[in-house]
């Protein structure tokens, strides 16, 4: 069988760890590979290939570092479809929602090609007598990001590409449930003309994390995953003295206001609740329909759509929706259904036991939809990240304000209304970090940047956007007298523009 190893130093590398993980077909239960899991040692040795390349690297001026970014995003349009099917295989989402994760990418590909401005410093002429003062940002040295499954081409770019524009070598270690698309994206990094050992790719679990967590030269961590986890990494990555970004899990919830156009509502409901099968960060999982009448025509118009839903493999070009991720996925959001059905939800479609024709040992779950759900419940609380939705019926804005308010997580929310002083209040007064209105999946585009609030997020500096910058990059600010020969006696008291 095939064992997907690492991307060190511009080359393969196969795995001497000797510990492996099975990688699946989603779509039939199957094994198709095993990946390598990297040891400490291994880890070191891709740090150690990313010291030696990286301060030619940052000594690239950075037009040339952005022509990297030029190439590599022509690359990967010349090669999308290969790589949007490369990703559905091991993910089992449809090829077409594949090539929006790839696109997603891309596009923060495109927004450090804009790096020679992004990076520029800040200047003072006559800070004060013959005194200049400057601002220079310069790379952290060594950064590493640790990525989820449910984007195996997006988050990775999202990370790498600020990461090494800025001038920075890059260790990433990619979800071990999808690992192909990552390395691809190493190679292509390399024929668009990247310095080896500038982009490392080690595949592993928790050792290959703690080794990166704790690795002296490592100097800045990205990771995006399940909230435990980032906290877990937040915390780790605080005491070894690294700059950490991380962010967590969700829970998004759609308000639909009684004037709301209801069909636009019920649309977005569909993409964005059951679209890759939920397994999206910013996913609308909780419904909130304003008033009983709203809540009963919603649920209505619901019904019949969930129970047409097209669930297929990625090879299926009609499908709306792909199988989950793995066996224990399959397990827990079967799980949370049931434990629904014990909390007392409504269950109005149930997509447990959904069985596919040739297909029967795939872990396809059904689109499934609750009603009644209420914020005392676990199916609320939890994020059950599959194709669940859950109504929870509000009487009025403000009873409607208050659920996403006061829930652990606070990624992204929506509201549908056509009141524009009700849109305008809500992303006003809502504590969470990506607002739709009438946008049922608020992801901001890559020049603004990306980042919850709440367990959703750890850190302060978002992904993409001037954020990214930022969070690769070290403020150093010179104050510099010229002429130098002013004589003038010693000071003792603190300098002060007085
Ligand atoms: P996960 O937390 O299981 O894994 C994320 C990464 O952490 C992987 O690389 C994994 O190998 C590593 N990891 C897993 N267990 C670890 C441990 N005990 N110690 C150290 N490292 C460990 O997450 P997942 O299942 O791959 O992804 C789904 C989760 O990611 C969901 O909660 C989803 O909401 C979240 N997510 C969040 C965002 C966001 O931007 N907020 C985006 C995408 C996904």
């Keep these: 069988m095939h064992e997907i190893g690492h991307f060190i130093g511009g080359k393969h590398v196969a795995g001497t760890s000797g510990r492996t993980a099975n990688v699946y077909n989603p779509a039939t239960g199957e094994v198709q590979s095993t990946v390598a899991l990297a040891s400490v040692e291994e880890i070191r040795a891709a740090v150690e290939n990313a010291k030696a390349a990286q301060p030619k690297w940052a000594a690239t001026n950075p037009q040339r570092r952005a022509r990297v970014f030029f190439k590599f995003v022509e690359l990967l349009n010349t090669h999308m479809d290969e790589l949007a099917t490369m990703l559905s295989k091991e993910h089992g989402k449809t090829v077409e929602d594949s090539k929006g994760d790839v696109i997603r990418g891309l596009e923060v590909c495109e927004f450090v090609c804009g790096i020679p401005h992004l990076a520029k410093g800040e200047f003072t002429e006559g800070a004060g007598p013959a005194i200049d003062m400057y601002s220079i940002r310069q790379p952290v040295g060594i950064g590493a990001g640790i990525t989820p499954f449910n984007f195996p081409g997006m988050i990775p770019m999202w990370m790498f590409a600020p990461a090494i524009a800025c001038g920075n070598a890059f260790i990433l270690k990619p979800s071990e449930r999808d690992p192909s698309l990552p390395i691809r994206l190493a190679e292509l990094m390399i024929e668009a003309g990247l310095p080896a050992g500038i ?208 829930h652990e997580y606070g990624n992204g929310v929506a509201i549908y209304t056509r009141d524009g002083d009700a849109a305008r209040d809500f992303a006003s007064r809502v504590n969470i970090g990506m607002i739709g209105v009438n946008v049922p999946i608020p992801v901001p585009l890559a020049y603004h940047s990306f980042g919850g609030w709440k367990a959703s997020s750890f850190g302060d500096l978002n992904q993409h956007g001037t954020d990214s910058i930022k969070f690769w990059t070290r403020t150093k600010t010179i104050t510099a007298r010229w002429p130098s020969g002013i004589k003038d006696g010693a000071e003792f008291v603190m300098p002060t523009m007085k």
Excluded: W
């Excluded at 447990?352 to 609380?381: C, N, P, W």
């Design 199 to 406: 982009l490392n790719v080690v595949n592993g679990d928790k050792a290959a994390v703690d080794a990166i967590l704790t690795d002296p030269d490592i100097g800045a961590i990205s990771f995006v995953g399940s909230t435990p986890i980032a906290r877990y990494v937040y915390g780790t990555a605080a005491a070894n003295g690294k700059r950490a970004q991380c962010f967590g899990g969700a829970k998004n919830h759609m308000i639909i206001m009684p004037d709301a156009d209801l069909d636009q509502a019920v649309n977005a409901l569909m993409g964005a609740g059951y679209g890759s099968a939920g397994e999206r960060c910013m996913a609308i999982s909780v419904a909130v329909p304003v008033g009983e009448d709203t809540a009963n025509r919603l649920v209505e118009k619901l019904i019949p759509k969930i129970e047409s839903l097209r669930i297929g493999p990625y090879t299926d070009d009609k499908a709306d929706m792909g199988p989950v991720i793995t066996k224990d996925a399959y397990n827990r959001i079967n799980g949370l259904i049931d434990r629904g059905v014990e909390e007392g939800a409504k269950l109005l479609v149930d997509g447990r036991g959904f069985k596919l024709q040739g297909y029967e040992d795939g872990y396809f779950v059904g689109g499934s939809l609750f009603d009644h759900v209420t914020a005392d419940m676990d199916i609320y609380k939890a994020e059950i990240f599959g194709p669940v939705l859950s109504v929870v019926r509000a009487k009025n804005y403000e009873d409607a304000l208050e659920l996403p308010m006061k």
